[in-house]
C-alpha cells in the first residue's frame, strides 16, 4: 500500500503542478519572509542540541502551580535550550514562572510554547464537541471555540490539541464524544469553524491560540472501536472518509497537526512517511508543524515497528513528526543519529524552522509574556459573557428524540419528581477534556430547574449509580414519582464512560438505570428522560416504552439551566443528530452514508443484505431531531433537470412552520450518484441550511448544486465528477425521501 500511496501522492503533486519533493506552499501558509530570515539567523545562532531542545515537548502536570517549578528538571532542561515546549502547564502565574526561566537564564531566549488539551472550553465548559456539533450549527461552533481560545490564551496557552478531527462510525469508541461525528462533509464544515474560531484571524493577538488537527489520521478506524486499535482501511476509504476533515482545516490555515496513535495498514503513523511528509507536508503545501502523540515516538517498539529507541526516533523524525511529545526519544537519541550521519542537520533545521514558525507567528518574540497576564486572566476565566453563551450552545446541542405530547412542560405545574444519577450531578456533566472547568461551578439540572420553578415541589431522588446493581435506592425514586405530576429521568453515561480509553462493548444504559426508567413508567405518568452521553446508545427499549427523550449529551458548565429552558420551552430544541443511533451492538457499524449492494436491505425479504434478527434500519438516523413545533417541506423543485460543466443547479423547497411555536429547522440536502466507475453510497450530504420561521411562517429555500459538488475520487483515482444520473433528496434528516432526478453531462 505504501508504494501505491506514494504513486498516487505523485500522480497528484504532478497534476497539481509542483514537483515531488518540492514544497508547496499551501495558501493558508503564505510564508511571511521576514520572520523567514530572523528563523535563518537564529539557525545559524543555535547549537545541535538547542536545535533538538526545539523538538522536545514535555507535560508539567503535577508540578505545575507549586514553588517548586524552578527547581524542577523541566526547569533546568530549559535553562539549557533543551526544552522547546510544555503541556498541561496552567494558568498565567504557571506559564510566566517558566518562560522567565527560557528569557531570562537560556543563551539565546527562545519562548517556550505551551499546549494544552482546550477541547471544548477551558474554564467555561460547553457541550462536549458531540453535541456542539449535534447544533448543526457552525457560528455557534465557531463561537464556542472562540470563546475556549480567549480564555486559554488569557491562562497562559499558545496552543491546544484541538480540533479532533476524527470521523467516528463506531460508537463503542469513546472518543466519538470529542469529534463532530460520522460524515466527512459535516466534519470537514466543523472543522473548519473550531479552527477559525481558535485562531481567530491573527494567532498573534491575545486571544487567540494555535489549533491542533488530530489524529492524523484514521484513528477513528479503531478495529472494533476499541482504543489504540489497528486500523486496515482501503485507500479509497481514507481519502473519501477520514482525510477530508483534514484538508479542511489545512484550508482553515491549522497551524498544527498531531499524529494518531494507529498504526494504518501496518505502518504506525509516526512512522508514516507518505502522509505525513509526502502528502500533508509535500502534496498538500502545510506549512506549520507536526506533533507525536503522547509517547507515540517511543511506542513504534510495542507496535513491532522499531527495534529500538533510537530506531524509533529516526523512524518518527524521518516520517515528519517535527514535535517528540513526551517519549524524550528525540534529545536522547537525534544527536547520535546525524553524528551517525542517519539524520543530516538540514532536516533538523527544517523541523526547527517549522516549530519556529508557529512561535514567531503566536508573537512570542515580540512579547514571550502576551499571554501571562494574571489580571486579565482573572477577568476572562468563567466571564459572564462566556457562561451565557455557553449556556445558549447547550440549549442549541440538545436533540428532541421523541415527543408524544409531553413536552414543554407547563410552567403551571406544582410537582416534579427529578429522579437519576445526573439530575444533581455537577461532575459528570462536564464529560472528559474538561480543561480547567471545576464541577462546583457546573449548574445541575436540579438547580436549572429550581431556579425555573422556584414555587413548584421538586422531589428529587438519585435512585441508582450509573454502574453496580444497587436498586435501594428505588423505592425512594418511586415513591418521589408517585407523589409529582411529571416525572423527569437524567440518565446516562457518566463523564469517565466516553473519551480517550473508554470505550465500551455495551451501549446500553450502565447499571440499574434501565430497570428503574421502567419501574418508573409503570406509574404511567408523563415522563420525560433526559439523557446524558458521549456517544450513540442504544436505547430502542426506552424509545417503545417512554413518551419523551431528550438527548443532552454532556452539556457543560450551563447544562442545567440550558435543559431546564428546553424542558419548559423557553428554547425549542433544533439540534440534529451528528451520528446515527443504532438499534443493538451488532448493528455496528452503522451510517447513512453506506453502499447499496447488490442486494439492497430490505427486512421484508429473505435474500437482501439484512439481519434476521433485527431490523436493519437504525433507530435514529444521522440528521434526525425533532421539534416542539412541526415543519412542512415540499418535494424539491430544479432549475433543470440536466446541467453542463460549467452550469449549475438550484434546488428549491418550500418549508412552513405548521406548528403553534417559533421553530428553527436545519434542512439538509443530500446526493445519490446513481452509477458511477466505483460504487458511490446512496447517498451523500452535501449541504445544510437553518431556516428560522414563526408559526405559519412559509419561506423558499434555495441550494445550488456545482459539478464540482459531484466530485469523488474515480476507478483511477482521480477526483472529478462523471456524467450520468443523480438524486438529490432534502429533508429534515438522512432518512428523507423527497426527492428529484438530475443528470450531468460532460
Ligand atoms: C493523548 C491524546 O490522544 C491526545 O489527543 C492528547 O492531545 C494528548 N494525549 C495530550 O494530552
Not at 505504501?2 to 501522492?9: D, G, H, P, T, V
Request: charged share 20%; glycine share 8%; hydrophobic share 40%.
Amino acid at each position: 500500500m505504501a508504494k501505491n500511496f506514494l504513486r498516487i501522492f505523485l500522480a497528484v503533486t504532478l497534476l497539481s503542478g509542483c514537483k515531488a519533493g518540492q514544497q508547496a506552499n499551501h495558501p493558508s501558509y503564505p510564508l511571511d519572509p521576514v520572520i523567514e530570515k530572523k528563523i535563518d539567523s537564529l539557525l545559524k545562532l543555535m547549537t545541535l542540541e538547542e536545535k533538538i531542545g526545539q523538538l522536545n515537548q514535555l507535560s508539567g502536570m503535577g508540578e505545575l502551580t507549586g514553588p517548586s517549578i524552578a527547581s524542577s528538571d523541566h526547569a533546568q532542561l530549559i535553562r539549557q535550550g533543551l526544552l522547546g515546549s510544555m503541556l498541561n502547564v496552567n494558568g498565567a502565574k504557571a506559564t510566566r514562572q517558566l518562560q522567565e526561566i527560557a528569557i531570562n537564564e537560556s543563551r539565546l531566549k527562545i519562548p517556550l510554547l505551551f499546549g494544552y488539551d482546550v477541547i471544548h472550553g477551558y474554564k467555561t465548559i460547553f457541550p462536549i464537541p458531540l453535541g456542539e456539533a449535534a447544533s448543526f450549527d457552525l457560528e455557534a461552533i465557531e463561537q464556542a471555540s472562540r470563546i475556549a481560545a480567549t480564555e486559554a490564551a488569557a491562562a497562559g496557552q499558545h496552543w491546544t490539541f484541538a480540533p479532533m478531527v476524527d470521523i467516528a462510525r463506531d460508537p463503542r469508541w469513546g472518543r466519538v464524544m470529542e469529534g463532530a461525528g460520522e460524515d466527512p462533509f459535516y466534519g470537514s464544515l466543523v472543522a473548519k469553524a473550531r479552527v477559525k474560531g481558535f485562531q481567530g484571524k491573527n494567532l498573534a493577538d491575545k486571544n487567540t491560540i494555535a489549533a491542533c488537527a488530530k489524529h492524523f489520521v484514521a484513528y477513528g478506524g479503531a478495529m472494533a472501536g476499541r482504543d489504540y486499535n489497528t486500523v486496515d482501511i482501503s485507500e479509497r476509504t481514507l481519502y473519501e472518509v477520514y482525510l477530508p476533515p483534514f484538508q479542511a482545516a489545512l484550508d482553515a490555515g491549522v497551524a498544527t497537526f498531531m499524529v494518531a496513535f494507529n498504526e494504518l495498514n501496518g505502518i504506525p503513523m509516526s512512522a508514516h512517511k507518505d502522509l505525513n511528509v509526502d502528502l500533508l507536508k509535500k502534496t498538500w503545501g502545510f506549512g506549520g508543524f507536526m506533533v507525536s502523540d503522547w509517547g507515540s515516538v517511543g511506542e513504534m517498539i510495542a507496535h513491532g515497528y522499531s527495534a529500538t529507541p533510537e530506531d524509533a526516533a529516526l523512524a518518527g523524525f524521518k516520517a515528519g513528526v517535527d514535535m517528540d511529545m513526551e517519549s524524550r526519544l528525540y534529545v536522547a537519541h537525534l544527536k547520535n543519529l546525524v553524528e551517525k550521519g542517519l539524520v543530516n542537520e538540514k532536516e533538523i533545521d527544517e523541523a526547527v524552522r517549522r516549530i519556529l514558525r508557529i512561535k514567531f507567528r503566536l508573537g512570542l518574540f515580540d512579547d514571550p509574556f502576551r499571554y501571562c497576564d494574571t489580571i486579565y486572566e482573572k477577568e476572562m476565566l468563567l466571564n459572564p459573557r462566556h457562561l451565557e453563551f455557553a449556556k445558549i450552545s447547550a440549549c442549541k446541542s440538545m436533540v428532541l428524540l421523541k415527543n408524544q405530547e409531553v413536552l414543554p412542560l407547563s410552567r403551571e405545574i406544582k410537582s416534579i419528581a427529578l429522579i437519576g444519577p445526573m439530575a444533581d450531578n455537577q461532575q459528570d456533566m462536564l464529560g472528559t477534556w474538561q480543561g480547567q472547568g471545576e464541577a462546583h461551578h457546573a449548574i445541575t439540572l436540579l438547580s436549572g430547574i429550581k431556579q425555573k420553578l422556584p414555587h413548584a415541589r421538586i422531589l428529587y431522588a438519585k435512585g441508582c449509580d450509573f454502574t453496580g446493581n444497587d436498586k435501594t435506592g428505588f423505592a425512594e425514586a418511586l415513591n418521589a414519582a408517585r407523589n409529582a405530576e411529571v416525572i423527569v429521568v437524567a440518565a446516562g453515561e457518566s463523564a469517565m464512560m466516553s473519551g480517550e480509553a473508554l470505550s465500551r462493548t455495551q451501549l446500553d444504559l450502565p447499571g440499574m438505570q434501565k430497570d428503574l426508567i421502567i419501574e418508573l413508567s409503570k406509574l404511567g405518568k408523563p415522563m420525560v428522560v433526559v439523557l446524558f452521553n458521549g456517544r450513540p446508545l442504544t436505547i430502542e427499549w426506552m424509545d417503545q416504552s417512554i413518551p419523551a427523550i431528550l438527548e443532552a449529551w454532556l452539556p457543560g458548565t450551563m447544562g442545567g439551566p440550558a435543559i431546564a429552558d428546553v424542558l419548559f420551552g423557553d428554547y425549542n430544541p433544533s439540534g440534529k443528530l451528528p451520528i446515527t443511533f443504532p438499534r443493538n451492538v451488532g448493528q455496528i457499524p452503522l451510517f447513512y452514508y453506506h453502499k447499496n449492494t447488490g442486494r439492497p436491505t430490505n427486512d421484508a425479504q429473505r435474500y437482501t443484505s439484512r439481519y434476521i434478527d433485527s431490523p436493519s434500519t437504525p433507530l435514529y438516523p444521522f440528521g434526525y431531531g425533532l421539534s416542539y413545533t412541526t415543519f412542512e417541506i415540499s418535494t424539491p423543485e430544479l432549475s433543470a433537470t440536466s446541467m453542463g460543466p460549467s452550469d449549475s443547479l438550484l434546488v428549491s423547497v418550500k418549508i412552513k412552520n405548521t406548528g403553534n411555536r417559533k421553530g428553527s429547522e436545519a434542512l439538509q440536502m443530500y446526493i445519490q450518484d446513481k452509477f458511477g466507475s466505483v460504487n458511490r453510497p446512496v447517498r451523500e450530504l452535501k449541504a445544510i441550511k437553518r431556516v428560522d420561521l414563526e408559526p405559519g411562517q412559509e419561506t423558499v429555500v434555495k441550494f445550488a448544486i456545482h459539478p464540482s459538488d459531484l466530485a469523488f475520487y474515480t476507478a483511477d483515482m482521480t477526483f472529478k465528477a462523471e456524467p450520468g444520473e443523480f438524486v438529490v433528496f432534502v429533508g429534515s434528516d438522512s432518512n428523507t425521501q423527497l426527492q428529484a432526478g438530475f443528470s450531468l453531462k460532460l
